[in-house]
């Protein structure tokens, strides 16, 4: 099983419609998690992080996490061409320390 | 604006060939990981420091890399020799421990084999 799994997908969305995006973790002793943005050809972007169970919100985007479930999401509202990307899932474990990626979805937003 | 510098952007070279990648963190960041993205694969951690000392380099190929950080502002990743599948992208990411605040992204080195 890995670490962090994510839908690669691509996720389509209308704009100005909600982009939800998910990701699952193994590793309860996980503490800190994040959400980078990769634009093609691009470095990761963080544009989000999240400690404790609950949401989040900064401007559009809203992080939510679950450790109870090991289940971390962005969604991202009013979504704009702009926003197409590939959006990538991070951990940091309280055990290894190490930061630890998933595959990314894609998301894709059409005018 | 503070940022990760990594040079070269981009290189070319042919098998059996020694490559070094360079790194050099945002000044006071205490952490330096080096990834390697693939389409296949995504992002692999290669290896880690902290406070310039290897913490984990489990990720890395060991008999053909090796990573150093001989001070606080250079991180190198060298590949001796060099292989067509060693083909992908680089990045350096830096931060300050425990990285509540995030790590931050060179723009990458794209390294071809051929």
């Known amino acids: 099983q890995k670490e962090v799994e994510q839908n690669s997908g691509p996720l389509s969305v209308p704009e100005g419609a909600i982009a939800s995006l998910n990701c699952t973790y193994s590793?309860?002793?996980?503490?800190?998690f994040f959400w980078y943005r990769q634009y093609s050809g691009k470095s990761p972007e963080l544009i989000m992080f999240i400690y404790s169970n609950g949401d989040k919100e900064d401007g559009r985007f809203t992080a939510q996490l679950n450790k109870a479930s090991q289940y971390v999401s962005l969604l991202i509202r009013d979504s704009q061409p702009s926003d197409s990307a590939t959006y990538l899932c991070?951990?940091?474990?309280?055990?290894?320390?190490?930061?630890?990626f998933g595959t990314g979805t894609r998301l894709q937003v059409f005018p | 604006d503070a940022r990760v510098t990594q040079t070269p952007r981009h290189k070319v070279t042919e098998m059996g060939q020694e490559v070094t990648m360079r790194c050099q963190p945002i000044l006071g960041h205490n952490t330096v990981f080096w990834y390697r993205q693939t389409m296949m694969q995504g992002l692999e951690l290669l290896a880690y420091?902290?406070?310039?000392?290897?913490?984990?380099d489990s990720g890395m190929p060991k008999d053909r890399f090796s990573a150093e950080m001989p001070d606080a502002t250079l991180a190198t990743l060298k590949i001796q020799p060099s292989e067509p599948r060693d083909s992908a992208v680089y990045f350096c990411?830096?931060?300050?421990?425990?990285?509540?605040?995030?790590?931050?992204f060179g723009s990458g080195t794209r390294l071809t084999v051929v």
């Open positions: 590793d309860r002793g996980s503490q800190s």
């Open positions: 420091f902290r406070n310039r000392a290897p913490l984990d």
């Open positions: 990411a830096s931060g300050l421990q425990p990285g509540l605040d995030g790590y931050t």
């Open positions: 991070a951990l940091i474990s309280y055990n290894t320390d190490k930061l630890i």
